[in-house]
C-alpha cells in the first residue's frame, strides 16, 4: 500500500475488560488534537502486581529512555480529555508526578459497592484516609494514589535509586503492624514522600474503571447523593 493511504483498525471482543481498554489507547493514539504523542508502549503479564510494576519500571528507566512513564491498567478506560489533562497538569520540576482519578470499592453494603476515589492523604504511618468528598476538577497535592492511571518523570526513579540503591524493590508490599497492610501502590508514595518528591492528583481527569458495574464519576456522585452526601465539592 501507499504512505498516503489510511487505515482503520477493527476489532472483535466479548464485552470484557479488554475491549474497553484497547478502545480507550486508540482513542488517545488515534486523537487528531492530541498534543502529547506516545513514543513507545510496554506490557507486561503476570499475576503479581507488585512484581508487574517492577518489570515494567525497569524496563521502561533502564530500555526505552523516555522522560515521562504513564502507568495505564488494564481495566482503566483512557480518553483523550483524561489524557490531555494529566498530561498538560506534570512538569519534571514542579509536578513529576500526575494522577488521575479513578474509584475503588472499601467494602459492600449488601450487594451495592461503596465507592471512594482512589487518591489518598496520609493520616500517620499507619493509615491513609479517602479524598473524599471528591473537589471538582482541580489539580491537588496528595500523598499518594493508585498506580493504574498515573504519569510520572525519569527523574523520580533516578532520586529513588540513588536513596534506596540501583537494584532496589520499589512496590514492595508488606505488613507494617499487625493486622495492617501496606499495598504496593501506598508503599511507592512513602518512598517518593521520603525523598521530598511531590504527587499531585487532577480530579478532572476521572477514567471507568471497569467490574462488573462499572465504577465511574456517575456511579460515585448517584450512590452518594441516595446517602444523602454530596460527592462533589465546586
Not at 508502549?41 to 515521562?68: C, F, M, P
Not at 520540576?93 to 494522577?99: D, R
Not at 527523574?155 to 524493590?169: A, M, S
Amino acid at each position: 500500500m501507499n504512505q498516503d493511504e489510511t487505515i482503520t483498525v477493527g476489532w472483535c471482543d466479548n464485552n470484557l475488560v479488554s475491549g474497553e481498554f484497547t478502545e480507550g489507547l486508540l482513542s488517545v493514539s488515534l486523537s487528531k488534537n492530541i498534543k502529547f504523542p506516545v513514543s513507545s508502549s510496554v506490557r507486561v503479564q503476570g499475576n503479581q502486581i507488585a512484581v508487574q510494576r517492577q518489570r515494567l519500571l525497569n524496563h521502561w528507566y533502564d530500555e526505552l529512555k523516555t522522560d515521562w512513564l504513564f502507568w495505564v491498567d488494564s481495566d482503566i478506560v483512557l480518553t483523550p480529555g483524561i489524557w490531555e489533562k494529566i498530561c498538560e497538569s506534570a512538569d519534571r520540576k514542579t509536578h513529576p508526578i500526575v494522577s488521575g482519578v479513578y474509584f475503588i470499592a472499601k467494602e459492600k453494603n449488601g450487594s451495592l459497592p461503596i465507592v471512594y476515589p482512589c487518591i489518598f492523604n496520609d493520616v500517620d504511618d499507619e493509615t491513609i484516609q479517602y479524598i473524599h468528598p471528591l473537589p471538582a476538577d482541580r489539580l491537588l497535592k496528595i500523598d499518594c494514589a493508585g498506580l493504574g492511571l498515573v504519569l510520572m518523570h525519569r527523574d523520580v526513579i533516578t532520586k529513588l535509586k540513588k536513596k534506596y540503591g540501583k537494584d532496589c524493590f520499589l512496590f514492595e508490599e508488606k505488613n507494617i503492624v499487625t493486622e495492617k497492610f501496606l499495598g504496593e501502590d501506598i508503599a511507592f508514595f512513602r518512598r517518593c514522600k521520603e525523598v521530598d518528591i511531590p504527587v499531585y492528583a487532577h480530579t478532572g481527569a476521572i477514567g471507568k474503571h471497569i467490574k462488573s458495574v462499572p465504577w465511574d464519576i456517575d456511579y460515585y456522585h448517584l450512590y452518594w447523593t441516595a446517602m444523602g452526601v454530596s460527592p462533589l465539592i465546586n
